[in-house]
């Protein structure tokens, strides 16, 4: 059992920098996949960016060149860089381990998640 503790979001302007963490506990991180996903208000929720065990990453288009995801697997941690935000970008933002959902080719796919944060809020308002 895997246990996610994201931190780090908050308010920021458009165009401004938040750096999310995701403290992972309970396992060895270096095992799993790991996800980015956020959720806005009254939509479903989407993948943001994955990465698997080997470091081999991916990114949704609408935040291709302004995230950037990232692991260390001694400290146990999960990393997501934001520039450039933009309104858009303001959800709730979950982080998410799994069994290789994301050389499944499956690494949007919140059901191929099987660890799960509580989440933190990002907001982008001026």
């Known amino acids: 059992q895997l246990q996610l503790v994201e931190s780090g979001g908050g308010l920021v302007q458009p165009g401004g920098s938040l750096k999310l963490s995701c403290a992972v506990s309970?396992?060895?991180?270096?095992?799993?996949?790991i996800g980015w996903f956020r959720q806005a208000p009254g939509k479903e929720r989407e993948g943001v960016s994955c990465m698997t065990t080997g470091g081999r990453t991916e990114y949704q288009d609408s935040v291709k060149g302004r995230f950037t995801i990232s692991r260390d697997d001694v400290k146990n941690m999960v990393y997501l860089e934001m520039n450039s935000l933009k309104f858009d970008d303001t959800a709730v933002y979950y982080c998410?381990?799994?069994?290789?959902?994301?050389?499944?080719?499956?690494?949007?796919?919140?059901?191929?998640?099987?660890?799960w944060g509580r989440g933190t809020q990002v907001t982008v308002s001026s």
């Open positions: 998410a381990a799994g069994k290789f959902p994301v050389v499944r080719g499956l690494g949007f796919l919140p059901t191929e998640y099987d660890y």
């Open positions: 309970g396992n060895m991180l270096v095992y799993y996949d």
